[in-house]
Structure formats: structure tokens, C-alpha cells
């Protein structure tokens, strides 16, 4: 199984920038997913989840309504898409693919089985 995660890159505050992580090596549409981030000298933190069928979406209070999950099954791939962008959303960005004996909506890194290898978001003020 290997996800993979791009998309991140330098950008001002107040800007926006759209991840992408793409699946393989498993069922993508048998998988709720989630993203998570990793500020410099900080625990993982978690961003958003997505169902398996994507109806069902989880954010943190953080980025409510700044930032936007979503997935293409039919491209194994999960997004997120980040707007209004502020400089304590620097970290580097993980996604991860939910253990199917945990919630949908777990917000606990452990509940995650399969994880990219981070993104890094920097956010300039």
C-alpha cells in the first residue's frame, strides 16, 4: 500500500493551496480517509476526515470553513483544499487511510492504518 501526498509549497497568508493524495495497492473506495498535520515542534494534529462514500466530512475547529475534503474514487484520491490560509497552518500535511474497525470520523492518528509521507505547507505572513 503506498499513499502518496503533493502539493504544498510556500504561499502567503491569506492565499490558498490545494493537496492531493493518491492511493494504491488497496480498495481506495472501501477506505475513509483523513488528513493530519505536523507543525515544527508539535504533536500530529488532526485536520479533516471523509467517509468512504465522501457524504460524511469531519473537520477540525481550526479549519472549518477554510478548508475543504474531498475524494475521486474513481482516481484513489483524497484532497484537500485550503483557503484563507494563516501562518500557523505551517506544518507538514499527512494523509491516511482509516483502520475499517475505527470510526469514520476518528480524529486519532492510531485509528489510521496507512499514511503518505507529508507534504510541507509553509505559510508566509
Known amino acids: 500500500v503506498q499513499l502518496q501526498a503533493y502539493g504544498g509549497g510556500l504561499v502567503q497568508a491569506g492565499g490558498s493551496l490545494r493537496l492531493s493524495c493518491t492511493a494504491s495497492g488497496l480498495t481506495f473506495s472501501n477506505y475513509a480517509f483523513g488528513w493530519f498535520r505536523q507543525g515544527p515542534g508539535k504533536e500530529r494534529e488532526f485536520v479533516a476526515a471523509?467517509?468512504?462514500?465522501?457524504?460524511?466530512?469531519n473537520y477540525a475547529d481550526s479549519v472549518k470553513g477554510r478548508f475543504t475534503i474531498s475524494r475521486d474514487n474513481a482516481k484513489s484520491t483524497v484532497y484537500l483544499e485550503m483557503t484563507s490560509l494563516k501562518p500557523e497552518d505551517t506544518a507538514a500535511y499527512y494523509c491516511?487511510?482509516?483502520?475499517?474497525?475505527?470510526?469514520?470520523?476518528?480524529?486519532?492518528?492510531?485509528?489510521?492504518?496507512?499514511w503518505g509521507q507529508g507534504t510541507l505547507v509553509t505559510v508566509s505572513s
Open positions: 491516511a487511510a482509516l483502520r475499517g474497525t475505527a470510526g469514520w470520523g476518528s480524529r486519532s492518528p492510531s485509528d489510521y492504518l496507512y
Open positions: 471523509i467517509s468512504w462514500s465522501g457524504r460524511m466530512i
